[in-house]
């Protein structure tokens, strides 16, 4: 497995590059926040409400404590824009090199190049990467704003100008899986609009499939020459999309303050709009403060099990579940090897996604331990918001203005920490290497 | 590994003999609760509170619908406590055989039994640990009985007759984690009373360390020589004890309802207590429905976790959780094998563990769905409800007796799930041997 390959150019650490770059990008931001042009009241906004805001735009979470649209200038509007974007494209150019670099560094087959045969990752790897997740993002935000653009400037009056800035922003808030919007009440106007809330959607479901299955599609339409990976993320992403929307229409079907007035239709059109948001935009076009319990039950599960890996999406990325899945499907079915369509997962993969789902748990039942001794909120609510902050999902029940200074610091750490702790935290794993000579007798304690 | 060896005389398919013995105990118990002479009141108790009540108490849950106090009769009250009895001594012999069953048919050493050359269970080993189970049961329970009817008849100007049935009664429901009181609002008189409290929750630490470990203790107090089980159980009941003390005692420290009018060593008491019950007891000394919600969390985890394997404690037992623990800590350190305590945990172990949780933490959030959907509880009071049911633990912020007949099915079914899924999916895992000749290529996804 190419132990002496020691020429990475690019990266040493690649955890603290990432990281490095996410916490200058959140202070750039915060500065710039704050100064009175950003501002659409008098005098600059507060340092938390700076902070929060820069820290919600670049880690593409879309939680807020103060109307986007309203308490914000255009020019902060697009300073938030600009941190959304610098996010969005960070997260998923790093990733993607991380994933690249673990891959050939592990010796693994890898589809991310073509130049498949060189051991160690580049500048021609980089550049390979930049300029493929440059154009997916030009490509697809720009169609998908045309579109919006065309709807804001034929149904809701508003001028091609207003209606042009609306189309892009939400588009690269869409792809990018932010959550931002530039209305007062979110996309709650557009409830039963399909032709906002569906190319939204896609914007959503296509920057939350990650770099690597993107490429993987447009180079080939053969499912069978897919890589593992990307069949794992298409099959996940399609159970969820599907069981969510089953499920979160049915559990809002007669709810009046949801999707109770709507035909059977926009009903289907809401719940399918919300079952894409846990994955993890954040978007939304009901008040989450009177959706039933079921519903924000179900879109916890949703949100934290989040998107694909190296794309924008948040949350613990479906194929950490799919591969725990594919753990219980051997076990019952008494198989040595954990099999996935006709692939062993080997077992250092499997411990990976128990540790960072484990680590995932223990930081939202740590922030809802914090938030609840911090505030008198309900405990359906904490948890609802921590899970969000952590998946960078940005939905909320309406309580995060009301969580204060100290908890917003808290949900400040949780959207930091479940932005970059997953991915840090596998490629700081996947690089250590230490074989032991000796190996311990067997113990086996009892188990359930 | 002994793959010859045919002659089980006493085990053929454990798993289905456990279910249907308790299913057995379950239905005699409810027609035995439905007769007049068990109700204090008039006629019989309906189908579902005797169904609900002897499933409760034979899988030593605690969970109660009605008063124990006032609506059974001291006959029904003796069902009860005869059920219990039943149902933890099964519980501990049961799983203890499966455990040196399953141990004899790995070939892995056990120290249950001297005869560890022989290969498969007999009679004599069946014997051997009826009779240990059976010793450890009248000793402890003896001599708890004698403490608590010694102070019941000094202070609480009880008759000999009365403490004595108080006595006998809170000891069993003690050693075998069932939490049935025979006072209207269980222990809530005696939350201060260390006399009362200390003998029942010591009752309560050596029925839930389980068969396994009480008689290694027995045997020898030479902690090197403790098998990794015995040291994992005996580690995880510390921790979670000193732990779960100091979280909850100073969560409840100012809590008028609760802690509040004692002094500081009255306070430990009172914290020390519900740090033991969720372990997996169930008695209360206060009103969990008063409790702050930090408190109501942290005894969710410790439910959830539970007691040791092959005990009366329920839950998903504390070296599942540890194991799970040692994976992060091999994943973090960068080790190829999961080591405790100097020994090897096999990914048998560590996959059995991971099924074990997942699949309990999808039966606690699918009981909480259901109950959410047929009752307008709130979600905090739900789960944990539906934790306190799928543990046998018994707890409960008092929505027990309003969640309705659909509902109280639904715990039955929890309570019966958590008291013998565990065991016995470990167990039918275990048993199943499938041996592929072909192993597939390898597959990484990626995690996070
Ligand atoms: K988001
Ligand atoms: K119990």
Chains 1, 2 share one sequence.
Not at 194 to 219: C, D, H, K, Q, T
């Amino acid at each position: 497995m190419s132990p002496g390959s020691r020429r990475e150019p690019f990266f040493r650490h690649p955890a603290q590059v990432v990281a490095f770059a996410f916490a200058a990008a959140g202070a750039i931001g915060t500065v710039l926040l704050m100064l009175p042009t950003s501002r659409a009241g008098e005098g600059g906004a507060p340092f938390v409400t700076a902070l929060f805001t820069a820290t919600s735009a670049v880690c593409v979470t879309g939680l807020t404590v103060v109307d986007t649209a309203a308490y914000w200038t255009v020019p902060g509007q697009a300073i938030i824009l600009a941190l959304i974007q610098v996010g969005g494209f960070g997260i998923m150019t790093l990733a993607s090199l991380i994933a690249l670099f673990l891959s050939r560094r592990m010796g693994l087959r890898t589809r991310l190049t073509a130049a498949a045969e060189t051991r160690s990752v580049g500048l021609g790897d980089v550049r390979r990467v930049l300029r493929g997740v440059f154009l997916i993002t030009v490509v697809v935000e720009s169609a998908i704003a045309v579109v919006l653009t065309l709807r804001f400037r034929a149904e809701y009056d508003d001028t091609w100008g207003t209606a042009a800035w609306h189309g892009l922003f939400h588009a690269v808030s869409a792809f990018n899986n932010a959550g931002f919007a530039l209305f007062s009440d979110n996309l709650m106007g557009f409830l039963g609009d399909g032709f906002v809330l569906m190319p939204i959607s896609v914007a959503i479901i296509i920057g939350g499939l990650g770099f690597p299955v993107l490429m993987e599609l447009l180079r080939t339409r053969q499912p069978r020459t897919w890589s593992l990976h990307t069949r794992l993320t298409l099959l996940m992403t399609v159970v969820l999309l599907v069981g969510g929307t089953a499920f979160i229409t049915l559990a809002e079907w007669g709810n009046p303050g949801t999707l109770g007035p709507f035909d059977p239709l926009g009903k289907l059109l809401g719940g399918w709009f919300h079952a894409v948001q846990p994955r993890t935009a954040g978007f939304n076009a009901w008040d989450y403060g009177v959706a039933t319990d079921e519903t924000l039950l179900g879109t916890i599960m949703l949100m934290f099990i989040g998107g694909g890996s190296a794309g924008t999406a948040g949350g613990l990325k479906v194929t950490t579940f799919i591969v725990l899945f594919f753990v219980i499907v051997a076990e019952v079915r008494g198989d040595d090897d954990v099999i996935a369509f006709d692939r062993r997962i080997e077992h250092r993969v499997v411990r990976q996604a128990i540790t960072v789902a484990l680590l995932g748990v223990a930081a939202v039942i740590g922030g809802t331990m914090v938030l609840t001794e911090l505030t008198d909120l309900p405990f359906r609510d904490v948890l609802f918001e921590t899970t969000s902050a952590f998946a960078t999902v940005g939905l909320s029940t309406g309580i995060t203005p009301k969580i204060g200074d100290p908890g917003q610091f808290v949900l400040v750490a949780l959207m930091f920490l479940g932005r970059l702790g997953p991915i840090t935290l596998v490629s700081a794993l996947a690089l250590r290497e230490r074989n032991r000579r000796y190996r311990y007798p067997e113990g086996a304690p009892l188990i359930g």
